[in-house]
């Protein structure tokens, strides 16, 4: 069995990808997809940075995707559940 090598990233690159994390649009999965690095990666350096500096930056941005996660699927279950009729009940 192979032991897989376990990526090390320079801090430089890290706060880079925080920071692009931060101010970005997109979310942390698709930053993440784009810089080659695992999403929980990006999720655990944006979660520590919050706790490190207490920046509410990070923690709104965290709370937004949390958000988004519910939201699509609080969608992906009503477009999945059966129409509703519109007949008058009698």
């Known amino acids: 069995m192979t032991k897989k090598k376990l990526n090390t990233y320079t801090s430089e690159f890290k706060e880079s990808a925080i920071k692009l994390a931060l101010d ?6 698709q930053i993440a997809k784009n810089l080659g690095v695992n999403p ?6 944006v979660h520590n940075a919050s706790k490190s ?5 990070v923690a709104k941005k965290e709370n937004q995707d949390d958000e988004i996660k519910h939201l699509k699927k609080q969608v992906h279950r009503l ?3 059966p129409r509703l009729s ?3 009940l009698a």
């Open 24 to 29: 970005s649009d997109e979310t942390i999965p």
């Open 40 to 45: 929980n990666t990006l999720y655990t350096w």
């Open 53 to 57: 500096k207490g920046n509410n930056r």
């Open 79 to 81: 477009t999945q559940e």
């Open 86 to 88: 519109h007949k008058k």
